[in-house]
């Protein structure tokens, strides 16, 4: 399977906004300034702005995040930080992210003042501006879904930075923490060049840490801070991201058939087609020749009620000529382990084969479509903004025939009558 990477190039440190405005440089559709507009009202954190700048750093130019706070900030402890991202309408898979960062920065500065985690108070990392940077980068790697995230080694800096606590040496204390058993290198910078923010977003996001991997690249982009480089001579303050496919075989990119052949190739067409991005999902199968009807059809049930996507059985034959029922099921990872149970606790079987698989699907909506008699429900498959194909909704279907006496077929055909006629 060809795998969506993300690669994150450390060339001059790493900090939270230049994280943050590498993810909205990327360019990819959808992923952009409104989008974590929008996501990040969902966590109740007045009293601020945010903007997405196009600045030069020597000869490149990146994307920079820049949060305007109103008013003074002031510090939060690791609680407040938790109860604020957990009593947000974000997805649980951001909240996690966001969580583990700080958790990070915790576990860091407790060792550096001495204190239990959940007493520290963190300041720079506690105010506005790193709170948005570190949920912007959790909201950012949630939407792209990369099956695998890499890092390359990460510069240290030198000299002493000026905090709140006063003069600290370069890396901060907190910083070398959060690192420890991470490849890194001093770099030949006379400042800090990575933060215990940006170092903790890395560090959590990070599956392995090294060069490029073999990759096709589909997406690059360039994140910076506020620091500008000292000289024309002096390297810029950018860090790169690459975004793309892990190479299939030895042929893709080079033999366009097999390139379309590839997932690769296919997530790309369905990106450029405003299809839904691949998921990856389980299928989970048993062939079964001891279970009736009944509890097959309640097993079914039962499977939808613990998250399942689908749910069907199809007609085999075992050994000795015996009609059988294979039972699939399809399911994300995170409701792997409720369908596992549930399987075994309302089928007969003794075990399952389980598959990764990707699913690519039409982007979908519901609508409500008024009828002389009343108003039924009908799912619409989009492909970017342009719908290609229609399905009344059954319950709404049903409903509708039950108020009115009419029958399931009559509705479904008035439906589609006057969908064609739009």
Same mark, same amino acid.
């Given at each position: 399977?060809?795998?969506?990477?993300?690669?994150?190039?450390?060339?001059s440190?790493?900090?939270?906004?230049?994280?943050?405005g590498?993810?909205?440089?990327?360019?990819?559709?959808g992923?952009?300034?409104?989008?974590?507009?929008?996501?990040?009202?969902?966590?109740?954190?007045p009293?601020?702005?945010?903007?997405?700048?196009? &600045?030069?750093?020597?000869?490149?130019?990146?994307?920079?995040?820049?949060?305007?706070?109103?008013?003074?900030?002031?510090?939060?402890?690791?609680?407040d930080?938790k109860?604020?991202?957990?009593?947000?309408?974000?997805?649980?898979?951001v909240?996690?992210?966001?969580?583990?960062?700080?958790?990070?920065?915790?576990?860091?500065?407790?060792?550096?003042?001495?204190?239990?985690?959940?007493?520290?108070?963190?300041? &720079?990392?506690?105010?506005?501006?790193?709170?948005?940077?570190?949920?912007?980068?959790?909201?950012?790697?949630?939407?792209?879904?990369?099956e695998?995230?890499?890092?390359?080694?990460?510069?240290? +800096?030198?000299?002493?930075?000026d905090?709140?606590?006063?003069?600290?040496?370069?890396?901060?204390?907190?910083t070398?923490?959060?690192?420890?058993?991470?490849?890194?290198?001093?770099g030949?910078?006379?400042f800090?060049?990575t933060?215990?923010?940006?170092?903790?977003?890395v560090?959590?996001l990070? +599956?392995?840490?090294?060069?490029?991997p073999d990759? &096709?690249?589909?997406?690059?982009?360039?994140?910076?801070g506020?620091?500008?480089?000292?000289?024309?001579?002096?390297?810029?303050?950018?860090?790169?991201m690459?975004?793309?496919?892990?190479?299939?075989?030895?042929?893709?990119?080079?033999?366009?058939?097999?390139?379309?052949?590839?997932?690769?190739?296919?997530?790309?067409?369905?990106?450029?087609?405003?299809?839904?991005?691949?998921?990856?999902?389980l299928?989970?199968?048993?062939?079964?020749?001891?279970?009736?009807? &009944?509890?097959?059809?309640?097993?079914?049930?039962?499977?939808?009620?613990?998250?399942?996507?689908?749910?069907?059985?199809?007609?085999?034959?075992?050994?000795?000529?015996?009609?059988?029922?294979?039972l699939?099921?399809?399911?994300?990872?995170?409701?792997?382990?409720?369908?596992?149970?549930?399987?075994?606790?309302h089928?007969?079987?003794? +075990?399952?084969?389980?598959?990764?698989?990707?699913?690519?699907?039409?982007?979908?909506?519901?609508?409500?479509?008024?009828?002389?008699?009343g108003?039924?429900?009908?799912?619409?498959?989009?492909?970017?903004?342009?719908?290609?194909?229609?399905?009344?909704?059954?319950?709404?279907?049903?409903?509708?025939?039950?108020?009115? +006496?009419?029958?399931?077929?009559?509705?479904?055909?008035?439906?589609?009558?006057?969908?064609?006629?739009?």
């Open positions: 399977m060809c795998k969506k990477i993300l690669y994150i190039e450390c060339l440190g790493v900090s939270g906004d230049m994280i943050a590498a993810f909205l440089d990327l360019g990819i559709p992923l952009d300034l409104n989008y974590l507009k929008k996501e990040m009202e969902k966590i109740n954190l009293g601020y702005s945010i903007d997405l700048k196009k &600045e030069k750093r020597g000869a490149v130019f990146a994307g920079r995040l820049d949060v305007c706070v109103e008013g003074g900030q002031h510090s939060r402890n690791f609680g930080i109860d604020l991202i957990q009593k947000s309408s974000l997805s649980d898979k909240k996690k992210t966001g969580i583990d960062i700080f958790t990070e920065i915790a576990a860091a500065e407790s060792i550096v003042h001495n204190k239990p985690a959940g007493k520290v108070h963190f300041h &720079e990392v506690g105010a506005v501006d790193s709170i948005v940077d570190i949920m912007s980068a959790a909201i950012a790697v949630d939407f792209l879904n990369p695998e995230v890499l890092c390359s080694k990460i510069p240290l +800096g030198s000299g002493f930075a905090t709140m606590h006063g003069k600290i040496p370069v890396p901060a204390p907190a070398v923490e959060i690192l420890k058993g991470l490849p890194v290198f001093g030949d910078f006379d800090e060049v933060t215990p923010t940006g170092a903790a977003i560090k959590v990070s +599956g392995s840490f090294g060069a490029v990759m &096709e690249i589909t997406n690059t982009a360039n994140g910076t506020t620091k500008q480089p000292a000289s024309k001579d002096a390297p810029p303050n950018i860090l790169r690459f975004f793309g496919r892990q190479l299939c075989s030895s042929e893709a990119g080079k033999n366009p058939d097999a390139f379309a052949d590839s997932i690769s190739g296919l997530a790309i067409h369905a990106e450029k087609k405003g299809y839904k991005p691949i998921e990856k999902l299928l989970f199968s048993a062939n079964i020749d001891d279970m009736s009807a &009944e509890l097959f059809g309640y097993a079914s049930q039962k499977l939808f009620s613990s998250g399942a996507l689908d749910v069907w059985t199809e007609p085999l034959f075992m050994k000795k000529n015996r009609p059988a029922s294979k699939c099921i399809l399911c994300t990872q995170e409701q792997s382990c409720a369908i596992l149970d549930t399987i075994f606790y089928t007969t079987t003794f +075990g399952v084969r389980v598959q990764s698989v990707e699913r690519i699907a039409l982007k979908r909506k519901i609508i409500k479509i008024k009828l002389p008699y108003e039924a429900e009908v799912s619409i498959g989009q492909a970017g903004s342009r719908q290609i194909t229609y399905s009344p909704e059954y319950e709404s279907c049903a409903e509708l025939a039950e108020k009115t +006496g009419k029958s399931l077929k009559e509705i479904y055909r008035d439906l589609m009558f006057f969908l064609s006629r739009r």
